[in-house]
């Protein structure tokens, strides 16, 4: 059973426009969500990430959204551009630092 | 180097060989992970080192071993695979206790034939 899902595998969107990268999880013990980017031959890179202390962090180009009651978190690239286009990981823990649980990713498209 | 390295970045073996992947980080991170990839899938934790000691084993085939010799080094040594064992093997370390999420290496990409 997943805990982390990431029910879109892909997403094609326009240069400029926005990117809503979405991601749902089940375990409510989650308490630290995080978005990592991965391009093609790369390991992923950490993005952005929030604690559950809060309901949204933005840093630039990239806000993250939560809303623990209904367990989902979004991710938001405003605007986009076309080195946005990799795949988008959501990953939660219980702990800083330890133990991430990945979703399956969403391959995002930015067409210029 | 900075970063986590891991070596080979691409790897083709025989279902009776023996191989093994190596990571090395040189973050002063506490905490260090193998991690599955396959197509379409999560990526999947398979092991979990604090402090070089193993905390996490996955429920992974055994045909899998890790081993930890101190805390920027972390091998996996693979025999007898089979081809569904074919994917892209990451590691990443991280500091425990610390917002800092993981870093992760550039990846193996094993074929096994």
């Known amino acids: 059973d997943q805990q982390v899902k990431q029910n879109s595998p892909s997403l094609s969107v326009q240069e400029g426009r926005i990117s809503i990268l979405n991601c749902d999880y089940t375990?409510?013990?989650?308490?630290?969500f995080l978005w990592y980017k991965k391009y093609p031959a790369e390991g992923p890179t950490f993005l952005i990430s929030i604690s559950s202390i809060k309901d949204k962090n933005e840093d630039g180009r990239f806000t993250v959204f939560l809303n623990k009651s209904a367990k989902h978190l979004s991710l938001h690239i405003v605007p986009s551009q076309p080195g946005d286009s990799a795949v988008y990981f959501c990953?939660?823990?219980?702990?800083?630092?330890?133990?991430?649980?990945f979703g399956a990713g969403t391959i995002l498209r930015v067409k210029s | 180097e900075t970063g986590v390295t891991q070596t080979p970045r691409h790897l083709v073996m025989g279902m009776t060989n023996k191989k093994s992947l190596k990571c090395e980080q040189h973050?002063?991170?506490?905490?260090m992970y193998w991690y599955k990839q396959s197509a379409k899938k999560p990526l999947e934790l398979m092991f979990v080192y604090n402090f070089k000691e193993q905390t996490e084993n996955n429920s992974v085939p055994s045909r899998f071993s890790p081993e930890c010799p101190n805390s920027s080094h972390l091998f996996l040594h693979l025999h007898t695979l089979q081809p569904e064992d074919s994917a892209l093997y990451l590691c990443?370390?991280?500091?425990?206790?610390?917002?800092?999420?993981?870093?992760f290496g550039s990846g193996t990409r094993l074929t096994v034939v």
């Open positions: 375990n409510s013990m989650f308490d630290y």
């Open positions: 990443a370390s991280s500091q425990r206790g610390m917002n800092y999420g993981y870093t």
């Open positions: 990953a939660a823990s219980v702990e800083y630092g330890n133990k991430l649980v």
């Open positions: 973050l002063g991170h506490n905490a």
